[in-house]
């Protein structure tokens, strides 16, 4: 499955000049707890996350403070807050593209620590988001569509074995694997094809073949 499969294309998108108080409404409106941060050609330069906000807030605390120590010091104080979306963005944040795996935007994800990414065409140009929960609706899939999909794609589609060849029965994402291939390789490509399927927890294969890739070498 691919991220075009789940993202969301209707992105609500703000930009980097726009208010804090802007860009607050505008999550808080869109139930929304990020942001993409384009430009005027729609290009991605940022995010603006409720950490973001944060982070300001508790920078802003420390200005008021620090204002106050300086002036009774020095009797002056410069301090820089946070008051524009681009002033507390994220700038250059992770992307995808939409021909990426979901399995591959999971990974993103938990490597980096977010919880979204955007994603945008070659040229950054911004096409929807993809979010934690898209990616976890993917592996929450029904089994009979798990199935559907292994037959289809893997059985049919990829090895262009017949229907009868393999029988495929899923249960709470575990995949139970059943018949006769033509050689040995086919039966291990059945497996890793199987398992890279977005929703599959373990596959359970009890798979012979009818040819020894080592024998027809030698």
Same mark, same amino acid.
């Given at each position: 499955? /691919?991220? *075009? ?6 992105? /609500? ?10 860009? *607050?409404?505008?999550?808080? &409106? ?11 050609? &729609? /290009? ?13 807030? $508790?920078?802003?605390?420390? +200005?008021?403070?620090? &204002? @106050?120590?300086? *002036?009774?010091?020095?009797?002056? $104080?410069?301090? #820089? ?16 593209? @939409? ?15 977010? /919880? ?15 979010? &934690? ?6 592996? $929450?899939?029904?089994?009979? !569509? ?5 037959? =289809? ?9 017949? =229907? $009868? ?13 059943? +018949? ?6 086919? *039966? ?7 398992? @890279? ?13 009818? #040819?020894? =890739?080592?024998?027809? !070498?030698s």
């Amino acid at each position: 499955m /691919k991220v *075009a499969d789940v993202m969301t294309t209707e992105v /609500k998108t703000i930009e980097p000049d726009a208010p804090l108080k802007e860009a *607050a409404m505008v999550m808080v &409106r869109s139930g929304v707890s990020g942001l993409p941060v384009v430009d005027d050609d &729609r /290009k991605v330069v940022g995010i603006i996350t409720e950490a973001d906000f944060v982070t300001a807030e $508790a920078n802003r605390s420390w +200005g008021r403070q620090r &204002r @106050r120590l300086l *002036a009774n010091l020095f009797g002056e $104080a410069e301090t #820089h807050e946070a008051k524009t979306v681009g002033d507390a963005m994220t700038p250059d944040p992770a992307t995808i593209d @939409r021909n990426s795996s979901v399995t591959e935007a999971a990974r993103t994800m938990t490597d980096l620590g977010v /919880k979204r990414l955007p994603v945008v065409l070659g040229d950054g140009t911004i096409e929807g988001i993809v979010s &934690r929960a898209d990616v976890m609706a993917a592996f $929450a899939r029904a089994d009979d !569509e798990l199935a559907a999909e292994i037959r =289809d794609d893997v059985v049919l589609g990829v090895l262009q074995l017949h =229907d $009868a060849d393999i029988d495929v029965e899923v249960r709470d994402g575990v995949v139970a694997l059943r +018949g006769v291939v033509p050689r040995q390789s086919d *039966a291990r490509l059945l497996e890793e094809l199987t398992v @890279r399927v977005e929703g599959v927890v373990s596959v359970d294969a009890e798979v012979s073949w009818e #040819h020894d =890739d080592a024998a027809e !070498e030698s």
